[in-house]
């Protein structure tokens, strides 16, 4: 390895780890005191760093508000794509959906109710688009496992595109519910039963 390429790939790891101890510190003072009241300068003494080392890698606390649900997003994609097109039958597949689903959105409560109301309407925007993009990744391969499901014969379904939106729909919408207090039942017991009511629901008699 070149002394060259190897100053760039320390260079690289110390800009990596760096940008993840601000974004750490980010989601800690955004949860803790809410966007509004968060600070670049609060979010530097959180990181244990000046204020202008901040400023080198992120232009605003929107830009790092911005990252964190971009991040965030990308991981929810990931785990429920993996959830839908892991080995396993429809029951199996869409309870493992649900709770990947719902546990994210859990997992992220205090950051959510204190974001939520509080971005700014460009942030606000860039999240929606990002979320209409997994929210569409996640019905595409809804699509596709019922499509081959109903090809093998093991389940009948009517509509495709209605039934993989239900699914994705009902999965957002219970993570909501959740999070408002609505649904308090164990995640377990919750998950089941909205797997049986799905299946009835979107597959055919």
Excluded at 52 to 79: C, F, N, P, W
Excluded at 99 to 116: K, L, N
Aim: glycine fraction near 4%; charge should be positive.
């Amino acid at each position: 390895m070149s002394s060259h390429l190897a100053r760039s790939t320390k260079a690289d790891v110390v800009s990596d780890f760096r940008r993840a101890q601000i974004l750490t510190a980010a989601r800690q003072s955004f949860t803790r005191h809410g966007v509004t009241r968060t600070t670049v300068e609060t979010i530097a003494k959180t990181a244990g760093m000046a204020k202008g080392t901040v400023y080198l890698y992120y232009r605003s606390k929107d830009d790092m508000l911005h990252q964190i649900l971009t991040e965030d997003l990308a991981e929810l994609k990931d785990d429920a794509l993996r959830c839908v097109m892991s080995p396993g039958t429809v029951d199996e597949r869409l309870q493992r959906f649900l709770h990947a689903v719902i546990s994210f959105f859990e997992r992220r409560r205090d950051f959510i109710e204190h974001c939520q109301l509080e971005m700014s309407p460009e942030v606000r925007k860039k999240a929606k688009q990002k979320l209409e993009l997994v929210f569409g990744a996640q019905t595409e391969a809804w699509r596709a496992v019922l499509g081959d499901e109903s090809a093998r014969g093991t389940i009948r379904v009517a509509d495709l595109d209605a039934a993989a939106r239900t699914i994705v729909s009902l999965a957002h919408g219970m993570s909501i519910q959740r999070l408002r207090g609505w649904q308090t039942d164990p995640l377990d017991a919750s998950v089941a039963s909205a797997s049986s009511l799905i299946l009835h629901g979107v597959t055919a008699s």
